[in-house]
């Protein structure tokens, strides 16, 4: 299977504004922000969306919700942020590898969309 655009910027293929990794993630700023801090926190392992995942995937998964407090911390908004995961084209996912948009900045309403 061909590497999607998110493995190849973890892979350091394709450049990207990387704001974090480690050895399980890596986050960089989106292309097309929608708030002054719009961050992809994104799975070294290409997972296509959240309903592919299985249970072995548990501990990344706590691994990227306890890592997505730590980015917008680093970045100056503290407990303000908004994490969004789009499952699926009719979602509005676009890039088919598993990834949290990390949202903080401007007044985020309820309901989105």
């Known amino acids: 299977m061909a590497k999607t655009l998110f493995e190849k910027i973890c892979d350091r293929e394709i450049p990207a504004d990387i704001v974090y990794e480690d050895a399980l993630c890596v986050a960089f700023k989106d292309i097309h ?3 002054p801090l719009h961050v992809q926190l994104v799975p070294r392992k290409p997972i296509p969306r959240l309903c592919d995942a ?3 995937d548990q501990a990344l998964f706590g691994h990227l919700l306890l890592t997505a407090p730590k980015i917008a911390e680093a970045a100056g908004y503290g ?3 908004r994490l969004v995961v789009n499952n699926g084209a009719g979602a509005g996912q676009s890039v088919f590898h598993l990834h949290l948009h990390i949202l903080a ?3 985020l309403k309820w309901p989105p969309g």
């Open 79 to 81: 407990e303000a942020f």
């Open 33 to 35: 922000p929608q708030a």
């Open 54 to 56: 299985t249970v072995e």
């Open 105 to 107: 900045g401007r007044p």
